[in-house]
């Protein structure tokens, strides 16, 4: 529906038509205009009303005054799109061979943006969509594509990772964010992973055990944002007739008991961790673990698979040492998000990628169900406000073993 | 556009889709559930999201919310329009000798409640285009549709009106709401006014004048208006390389010098009043005023002109005694909006309508370029708080003469 | 306690020190700096820290940061407040029988400031002291000084008061402020005013019959306000095992039942008055009717008497036709605070002290038990904004009578 | 003055008053209650007052509000910490022997508790005072006690620390804080810390190149956060006729070019790092140097030197290897304040002291010259927010090796 790429019902939450025209006008900002000369802008001001935060582009419209705008229209960002892959394939086809690596680093760093905002296109949406009491659906699926399995073995089953120094940081030769470097040594005690993600059934027993009115299990924090925001459940939660329901981008659904839960903040995942006598993992031991349970991409749930709400661990996945490490859901950790040892942010407008959003954000990894499957990494760190909820988040549960 | 039916860049400005699902639901409410026996709703949530303000017809989505959400879509609201225009059509062609007289007032009240949503559908959407750095014209006008004469007379003419006791409030047999009553008398002292609106022209001396950074023209609460906000002019002007331009829904256009200034507050207004030594008049004085120079809706500019933003003074109008006093642009009056003496809001959901906002709210009289013609009454009593500027508002000066 | 001069626990309340060396300020700045030639101020900042909102006397220190100030101190004011009366003794003995006018008047304008300021001490005072839960007593009282007298007349007595042209506004030769004036003609309608104040005993009643619960009562701003705050009942009452207790300044005292409640804004006022069927009075009737029942300031409790909160009717205010009509609590009138016709404020910064406050506030009348005895008169304005509660409020009912 | 103790000009400093209560509060609420069988309370409400922040033992006062209460008064405060400690000595020379050491423990924490609120004592009395503009004085200090010299060695000199894994964390017996522990390893790459603190005189380069205008040097919040408060400069300096000065507990002085720099927050000491092209110290970092150059606290300027302001270093401490480690100012590090690995807060109230502040906020090391010399130690992590000030923070600069 057009309508739908308009609101823009919280600040996190841009409008749909904005995200269009914001990655379109990244491959005009960072290449067009740097590989055409005498290139001349699409539109005066698309740059003011498209750029996200890049001050070293210039001013920008402001951030909660998104939603505010009903010109350009979806049609008008629609064909600002188009001309602007055509200009693209031409540059692509005439670049000379001398430019081509620059030019071809640029359009994967332009790729690498636009499957972030993939992402947040069905976040986004899906904000806009579950917060109206219509409950529209973005997507009917078939009911077979959503079964509801049980693992066949025990939910609390662990994982141990021995101790010791281990080098992290992205390490291979493809595309990776200036935040995964340098790559460096960092030491670790031996620790354990629990193979499955908090499900909700837990939760629901977090939740029953009166999780939310229990100071103890909560940040200052966290428990102020609880009582200032009067929350007694994960975001898309209703309870009606005793019986708890939740919305998802496929239709208003009673709540899945063995789906991992999802969108919870980092305040709700360590809350419930400590509720359950247990903590999150830092990022390092979830790298860590990850060098050694090699999950793969393929197996994991992606936004490629069309269903954008997580999914109950699937038989193939129950086989992994750890299950559903990557995809389904991206899991809070417990660093906070701060420069690896030496990082240094690129010179110029991709200096503004990272770097200077290093601080009072906690990282997070993995990727989720909304997250495009290439784009994903062991060393791929993500990051978030604690208070953050729209994201698909969820919780692994990890311990400290003694040395 | 559809797109334009979106948005609600600040609280006071509806989705244009709101006013139309709104003013829908207004006969649904009052009159099909009232006179269709077990009439059943076209849709169990539209009462919930297009309830404006009557909390005897139950719980309301937030106002500041209305513009997050994407459905129902532009197509369902006008589907909801055709469903409750055919059941209106059929209730009035059945309707009982005996019902007929209680029928036909609710539905002079839809209409006219109707009429003044037609009015915020062109204020708000000019709200709504004007706000955005891309200048939408709404509607393109031949250029002579819009010429600005010079008044050949004086500005500064002024009318005399005697002093005395005069009776005021709707004394006719036609529709009116129910602040206009009681019929009550008043005293009034001989007084003055002036014969035309205060013009662009005279405001750009204003504030040429320093009108805007001297404090002794401002009531306290304007000037904290006033620096909160970080105001220099009326709202939708802009001053570009020595000139002042304004943003019109017929398109970004130098300013008028010979038109009424519009779009200023209360404060403005009474700023605008001091600075000139004059005062603005009474709702009393203005109404008193009316009944003795006659003026008519048909010499007016009024919402049928198709013209969406106050014109100079015609010649036919300038033969008034006093000239642009119906339509063109709403007069703030230095009274407050309080009750008639004797004044009891009627019974039930209509008494909601006009009573409950008697406070903190200015008067205004006239009616404006986007007032639908058949609509305005010399009786008429419109209202806002005094910081609002989104209207169709403007100037007449006016002051006390000895007895 | 010095303690008490010191806290601003919400912005309408100075703290008590803050008064004493602003209403000292008031006469250097308007007397000591005009009739003494070369004046040096005391203190180089004490304009910039006692200045309240005269613009033309320069900056001023922010209002809600008057209690961010633990300099000068108390010792420090009183010194400042010495020198200054010292200073003023030497001009009144030196002063040329020909500028003597000139200084008399503006000294009876710094009585008269000074005496407003004695008023807002006790009820700033009161509000410091009241929503400290450790309910600090400022006075004790013998018990016998507060007796809770029932009227031996009904409550529901009604005094009629003729309609006609009445001239209102200050006509005497002694000192007023100028929103008094000018004097001027009104005609009211044919009213009658209750003989009694609104007792406490009333008050609950409509506290259990569900007034603050039900919107039908309430102005739509009231309403907001009423959730905003979470209110349930008046300022400074406690609901304590089925029996209601109040804070005053002589102590947490039960709720006195033939008192006349005060301490409610005007929303609530305006609200029991739609609960009981009646209205408040205009400003003007109110005044018609001091002119008719004539009544004498030395009747009413004023802050002379040392009981600073509203006692029930003495048996000999009980005879006159309208009973506590001046004194006891300053009674809200359904007008809103706005210029006389002609009035024009007085030049320089006394042109500060009333004018531009003419905006979104309502006319109270008659004075309270917190007022000096010799600062009321009939045609005295109070204004307040309508939310406003901490003052000594209260309500008489009004109602219209046919012509 | 009595007039000190009252103010409180922001949520993050609490009246002096306040700060003498709680801690009596603490000995109350921890020791007394829990070894006095039968203890009855000095004042059934002192808790409710002076409780901070332990959800486990009841409710409390609200913050913000700490500074509206006038009582109980200064000597009120002062009785009930004569009685406390009466009732402590009691305890202590009573004590069973079976008892010592757990009241021991508690009486150590209950004075390290003390220690901590003898620091916010003075620096929350200096934002009372110096944001006076009367700019009070707390204690006069002779000219020569406040030296400013140049250190003879260049500032820029730096020390050079081996990689490789360090153990960090609090090993010794004495007494340390809960997040100290466990005692883990890390390991760090080769590092560099500068040996002298940033100066006024190097702030005062980066002030006027232009480092409060330029987004490339700060964080994303920083930058948001300096314009929000339109800060140009750090706190309590002021900028007069070409001149740096600043506000101190010892008067208003010209700003001393050599002494540390302080009252910085986190976004400007990592925009000074960001702009010197180096970085901040993580903690592991700076406790691993400390590990190596062996700071004493008998060199270091602390609150019992009793002068509340950093000084220029001294001959005797620039003869080691970094100086000013300890004391003077705390040091921003760029290591978020999170747990240690196994960390698990303690039980009951006491595990509310440290454990629910781990997120969004950074930790500091090494104590200022507000606190008590035998407070300190090298694990000791202190933690505020990014943006406060008002603690005496300062900058050590960082630069990675390679290994």
Redesign the interface.
Known sequence: ?????????IADVSPP?WHLGHTTWFFEALILREFIKGYREYHP?YA??FNS?Y??LGER?ERI?R????????DDVYAFRAAIDTRMEEIICTCPEENWLELEQLIIIGINHEQQHQELLITDLKY??C????H?VYRNLPDDAWPDVMPSTNLDTWVEFPGG?YTVGYTGDGFFFDNERPV??????P?TLRKYLVSNREYVEFVRAGGYTD??Y??????SWLHREGRRHPLYWEHDDGAWYQMTLHGYRPLAPNAPVTHIN??EA?AFATWAGK?LA?EFEWEAAAQQTHPHVTDGQFQDTGIYHPLSPSPSETAHRLCQQLGTVWEWT???Y??Y??YKPVEGAL?EYNG?????Q?VLRGGSCATPRDHIRYTYRNFF??DKQWQFTGIRLAD?LSD
Do not use: C
Request: hydrophobic letters at 30%; proline letters at 11%; a positive charge.
């Open positions: 529906m057009r309508e739908d790429y308009m609101p823009q019902p038509r001001q003011y009303l935060y001050q070293s419209w005054k939603g505010h705008l009903s010109r350009p229209t979806v806009i969509l917060q109206n009491p219509l529209p120094n460096h040594t960092v030491y670790i005690m620790f100071f103890r909560w940040l200052d924090e966290g428990w980092y305040f360590a903590r830092t417990q660093s906070g701060l420069p040892p030496g200096g200077k959003f290093m601080s009072s906690m406000h604690p400290t």
